[in-house]
């Protein structure tokens, strides 16, 4: 059964002046799927991201995302989607609470709605001790599984992540994944970034751009069987060998 698809891309492009960052791709992602995008530095990834997320207009294309046009209507998209990212995903001098009250009332939540959702989603986490805590007080491990949560605490139909697991270690990044499949199982579409090929492994598609293109499309199992090898990592190294762009 086909799924439901939340995200359509059809020749999307970015320019900047002479440079093409995102060259004319063009793909779909189901509801519910878990799709990871990925690509060397330099590829077009973070570009083509910040496209779907409303954030860049594209030069030429179209794409819907949540079924709204991203080029016509950015603040309905931006309503109807999560992000977190590794870099800045929640604010370290507002505490616990504080950080799930401002996120939801930005997202446009109601404040009668986050308070019972946020007892709930404290209980869920164990978190109920933690509710005034400062945020740069708390592990990272700990951050990311709050900052996931607080990206889908408005149950977002999709959910963007940029290398969401970046410098925690392997027992709380699998923990981190199980939040990820939760959040699939429930409907929610999720786009994620990694420089962590096992984590790509986990995903339901993968997409790996390449100098502005997507180069490869398709699920973990058969892309290690097109390219004849055991693992993700070993398609990505094969894909990028040839990159003409790099850090």
Request: charged share 25%; aromatic share 10%.
């Amino acid at each position: 059964m086909k799924r439901e698809t939340v995200i359509k891309v059809d020749n999307l492009t970015k320019r900047f002046g002479s440079f093409t960052a995102v060259d004319s791709i063009s793909f779909e992602v189901g509801r519910g799927e878990i799709f990871g995008f990925l690509g060397a530095n330099g590829a077009g990834k973070t570009t083509a991201m910040r496209i779907l997320c409303g954030l860049s207009i594209p030069t030429s294309g179209n794409a819907t995302v949540a079924g709204f046009d991203i080029a016509t209507q950015s603040e309905q998209v931006k309503r109807n989607i999560g992000y977190m990212s590794q870099k800045f995903s929640l604010y370290d001098d507002l505490n616990v609470w504080e950080n799930i009250r401002l996120f939801a009332g930005i997202y446009g939540m109601e404040a009668r709605d986050i308070a019972t959702k946020t007892d709930v989603l404290l209980q869920k986490l164990n978190f109920e001790s933690e509710r005034n805590t400062l945020i740069k007080a708390l592990p990272l491990g700990w951050k990311q599984k709050l900052a996931f949560s607080v990206a889908i605490f408005h149950n977002p139909k999709i959910v963007f992540l940029d290398e969401p697991t970046g410098g925690v270690d392997p027992a709380t990044r699998r923990q981190f994944w199980e939040m990820i499949y939760e959040a699939a199982e429930s409907g929610i579409t999720i786009f994620v970034t990694t420089h962590y090929m096992d984590e790509a492994e986990y995903c339901n598609r993968v997409s790996i751009m390449v100098d502005g293109h997507i180069a490869a499309l398709d699920s973990p199992n058969n892309l290690k069987q097109q390219f004849e090898v055991d693992t993700m990592n070993e398609v990505f190294q094969h894909l990028v060998s040839n990159a003409k762009r790099g850090e």
